[in-house]
């Protein structure tokens, strides 16, 4: 089944403790992207990243790193996290050589920084 | 810089009619494409319908249909025979390829419909 992972669906975590949240696609998509959706805001963009060892920031990076050395994954690390940085995260992928740029997300995953 | 503006956070409609959804955008761009996306209570985002610009038929699938006015930057869904599985959030977004061949996605803020029984 062509899907999007996330792990973990839930953190509760302290402020300045490491996490990375994991994603991983098995549709061999060349774009992967973060996003953190709130309350009134939307979804925004934090990192994307057009293929291996291609990223580039989104919207709202600060806080954030990615690495793309896998096709397949695109973790989003938070080296230290704080409260304003609780909210709910997807991460996407679509393919480059599709027109139909559909993005194609993962469940989510709830982050909560105290 | 491009902007997604969705003006109307909730919405309610009776199960069976029909609602509209609205959706302006800002863009200097001729070329981009447009998606409407349903975010239901389980929080995954799926794909409802998608418009490229350069077309001028309005895009359709099954109960769900857009009506796109280039000229104005307006790109309202429409949902027929509005069904209870239809509650959920709906975010408008934008995408265009940049000169640099990247992709840029934009949101808007979602409406939150409630379908009533």
């Known amino acids: 089944e062509a899907q999007v992972t996330q792990n973990p669906r839930y953190l509760i975590t302290v402020t300045g403790k490491k996490l990375t949240v994991t994603c991983s696609q098995n549709m061999n998509h060349e774009y992967m992207s973060w996003y953190r959706q709130d309350p009134g805001l939307g979804l925004r963009q934090i990192y994307y990243?057009?293929?291996?060892?291609?990223?580039d920031k989104g919207d709202v990076p600060e806080g954030y790193k990615v690495s793309r050395k896998e096709k397949r994954n695109f973790p989003l690390i938070l080296e230290s996290p704080s409260p304003n940085q609780t909210s709910l995260y997807f991460c996407?992928?679509?393919?480059?050589?599709?027109?139909?740029?559909?993005?194609?997300f993962g469940p989510g995953t709830r982050l909560t920084v105290t | 810089a491009q902007t997604v503006t969705q003006s109307q956070p909730e919405m309610s409609v009776q199960e069976a009619e029909t609602v509209t959804l609205s959706c302006t955008y800002d863009t200097s761009e001729n070329n981009y494409y447009l998606f409407w996306y349903k975010q239901p209570p389980s929080r995954q985002m799926i794909l409802v319908i998608r418009q490229e610009a350069y077309k001028q038929q309005n895009a359709t699938e099954n109960r769900f249909s857009v009506n796109f006015q280039k000229a104005a930057k307006s790109f309202s869904l429409k949902i027929s025979d509005s069904q209870l599985g239809d509650t959920a959030m709906y975010f408008c977004?934008?995408?265009?390829?940049?000169?640099?061949?990247?992709?840029?996605?934009?949101f808007g803020t979602g409406t939150r419909l409630k379908v009533l029984a």
């Open positions: 990243s057009m293929n291996v060892e291609v990223t």
């Open positions: 996407a992928s679509s393919s480059l050589g599709d027109s139909s740029y559909e993005q194609y």
């Open positions: 977004a934008f995408m265009k390829q940049r000169g640099s061949g990247t992709y840029k996605y934009i």
